[in-house]
């Protein structure tokens, strides 16, 4: 059985969430190995907006919904 409308965009905005909050947390390692080695404080990157899970929630479900 397949998902009801709610559930759908509960997975979708979760898994647009993790996508960004890995890559994320990609960058923030790779800025600490470089501060560290370079000795300077870590700049810690911006984390995803809001505003961003849901551009990429809707560009997901989009995706879905193609037919192609």
């Keep these: ?11 979708l905005l979760r ?3 993790n996508m960004l909050y890995q890559n994320w947390h990609s960058r923030f390692q790779v800025e600490e190995r470089v501060a560290t ?4 404080p870590i700049k ?14 809707k560009n997901l479900y989009e995706f879905v919904q ?3």
């Design 15 to 17: 898994d647009a969430q």
């Design 44 to 57: 810690c990157p911006a984390p995803p907006t809001a505003d961003e899970i849901k551009a990429l929630a």
């Design 66 to 68: 193609d037919q192609s």
């Design 37 to 40: 080695a370079e000795g300077r």
């Design 1 to 11: 059985m397949g998902m009801n409308p709610y559930e759908l965009r509960f997975n």
